[in-house]
């Protein structure tokens, strides 16, 4: 990958960000989203956040190497600490877990103050942002499931906004679904999203007929909170239409 390409998963991230933004890359190992966005004009300013050494120095080199200094401003430091207030209105995380995704989001919130939409890429645990949100005043907008190199990536897109709003949409009996496997991704489930769950049901298939051996409270425990996210699984696999039509935001 180089600075005019971009992974399938950081070009979903990219087609998220509004002309014209202000955006910080928080962990932005080698500085390729910034560097893509603003070779392809997109953006106006970038923060390249970055707590490693290694990444941050390959960051620095490569913005150096282009001549965007100015305009990609690598910064070393944890999280948000590498932004000021009210000098970025996007905030992209991406390639984490959610719940670090989380803690980042969490420690130093009030840099979110001026912040207009959040991008967010976690590779586990999409769950935790979702709740996330919800608690914090961010609507999401929309979400993107990818498939790249045989793992499963989910984009989420938030706002400010009212953080119901997603899921008021869907039956009552399927917010707790809508959690785990996300509001519009059930609306408009996309193969990439039938895949991924159907290979987490025949994960959890495997567990189950593992634990047909087993005795006791423990195994039995186990075995219904599994029969418990299989069916619900199942449910969201059967929920919604088969397109992948929604607009972009």
């Known amino acids: 990958m180089n600075e005019h390409q971009l992974s399938k998963r950081l070009m979903q991230v990219a087609e998220y960000v509004p002309h014209g933004s202000r955006m910080a890359d928080i962990g932005s190992d080698h500085a390729y989203l910034p560097i893509f966005l603003v070779l392809n004009g997109k953006i106006s300013f970038a ?7 290694g990444p941050y120095e390959s960051a620095k080199a490569q913005v ?7 305009v990609v401003d690598v910064r070393k430091g944890d999280g948000l600490a590498v932004i000021d207030a009210e000098e970025v209105d996007v905030i992209c995380i991406a390639g984490m877990g959610g719940a670090l995704i989380r803690q980042i989001l969490s420690e130093q919130s009030s840099k979110l103050n001026q912040v207009k939409r959040l991008i967010l890429q976690p590779n586990v645990a999409s769950h935790i942002l979702r709740e996330w949100c919800l608690e914090n005043g961010w609507e999401l907008k929309d ?3 990818v498939a790249e190199d045989d793992k499963y990536y989910e984009v989420l897109i938030a706002d400010r906004g009212t953080p ?5 949409q ?3 009996a399927w917010r707790l679904h809508a959690l785990t496997m996300g509001p519009f991704l059930l609306r408009h489930p996309n ?5 991924k769950w159907t290979y987490e049901l025949n994960k959890r298939k495997k567990i189950l007929e593992s634990l047909d051996n087993g005795v006791g409270p423990d195994v039995e425990e186990k075995k219904k909170l599994i029969e418990t996210e ?3 699984i199942q449910e969201g696999l059967k929920y919604g239409s088969r397109s992948d039509d929604h607009p972009m935001v």
């Open 47 to 53: 923060i390249a956040g970055e707590v490693n050494d």
């Open 64 to 70: 150096d190497r282009l001549g965007l200094q100015g």
């Open 143 to 145: 979400e993107r499931m």
């Open 164 to 168: 119901s709003v997603p899921y008021e």
């Open 170 to 172: 869907l039956p009552e």
């Open 191 to 195: 193969q990439a999203f039938i895949d």
């Open 230 to 232: 299989m069916a619900m």
